[in-house]
């Protein structure tokens, strides 16, 4: 009974150790938003901002948020060939979302 108690409590402060890192990222996330909204604001065509979010997905697919990149990396190199296949793909989306949201095309005419 005594290490079943034991290991109860171990998980309950992990769990709350847990909740305030979750917590943490959330104010840092929402801070960062903030004040990229008064920024863009007073600039409204003349910025944009490409944030790199890595995940986790555990084995009931729920996503838990890792870190968020101010700089994330365009560059595909990985040791597996499918899953470098994959990256690439994605981000060559993204590169060509990014463009069109920009309207890349037609500004700089």
């Keep these: ?16 150790e847990e909740n305030e890192k ?5 104010q840092i996330f929402n801070q960062y938003h903030s004040s990229s909204i008064e920024y863009k604001s007073r600039f409204p065509a003349q910025c944009f901002e490409l944030l790199g979010l890595d995940f986790l ?3 009931n697919m729920h996503p838990w948020l890792l870190e ?14 499918t899953v ?16 069109k949201l920009l309207d890349l095309e037609n500004r700089f005419r």
């Design 22 to 26: 979750i917590k943490g990222k959330h």
């Design 84 to 99: 470098e296949a994959l990256i690439e793909t994605a981000k060559l989306d993204v590169a060509r979302d990014m463009s």
């Design 57 to 59: 997905i555990d084995e």
């Design 68 to 81: 968020a990149n101010g700089t994330p990396s365009m560059a595909v190199g990985h040791c597996d060939s």
């Design 1 to 16: 009974e005594k290490e079943e108690k034991e290991e109860e409590e171990e998980e309950e402060r992990t769990s709350e």
